[in-house]
């Protein structure tokens, strides 16, 4: 497995100095997880940041009441969890995989070693900046805009533009995902598909 090459083709890495994708990859543990499983529980112990490769994570929180609500479905390519290595050393959410995912699994204290290195420290922090730009563009998005254009934005952002899309998770999920109920997503499916508007 090449996995210098895998994160050269991920948008987060690929803009990423050589000799700081290949110090990565040399502490990348390859991990599969299947569909439905818990990557890691909320308030877990973190010794691990992870890269999606394929497949699709999602990030939520569960409310006193013992609700659940979704933080993020992670796309592949996106570096999760890194929240532990200066915030707290605890998961501040739980991960499960929406359906087969495979995963690089960094550890901690390796990944804290290679920030003292001065460039990969500032290939890091331009990562970073990279994902809060596009998190702040997501919640103006979800404030700013409706459940149908939420709808869209998600199928874009998860598939692309195509006329035919076969979603990888369930309903439910996907309500989840743009923050409304499964039954308030069953009526705006059926008010797309009377008004031919749903991918195929």
Not at 51 to 57: P, T
Not at 157 to 178: F, M, N, T, V
């Amino acid at each position: 497995m090449d996995k210098e090459l895998i994160l050269s083709q991920t948008s987060l890495f690929e803009q990423i100095s050589n000799t700081s994708r290949k110090a990565l990859a040399d502490i990348c543990l390859p991990k599969n997880i299947k569909k439905k499983s818990i990557l890691f529980h909320e308030d877990d112990k973190g010794y691990s940041i992870y890269i999606l490769v394929n497949g699709s994570i999602q990030l939520y929180k569960t409310t006193p009441e013992g609700k659940d609500v979704v933080i993020k479905i992670i796309k592949p390519g996106e570096l999760f969890a890194e929240v532990v290595l200066f915030e707290k050393d605890t998961y501040p959410v739980s991960a499960l995989a929406l359906m087969n995912s495979f995963l690089f699994m960094v550890p901690k204290f390796q990944f804290l070693c290679l920030l003292k290195n001065e460039d990969f420290m500032k290939d890091f922090i331009g990562m970073l900046m990279q994902k809060m730009r596009y998190l702040t563009r997501q919640i103006q998005y979800l404030t700013l805009h409706d459940v149908e254009d939420r709808f869209f934005h998600f199928l874009k952002d998860h598939y692309g533009k195509r006329e035919k899309i076969r979603l990888s998770i369930s309903k439910k999920d996907l309500a989840k995902a743009i923050g409304t109920k499964p039954e308030t997503l069953s009526r705006l499916l059926l008010r797309l598909k009377k008004r031919k508007k749903l991918p195929g």
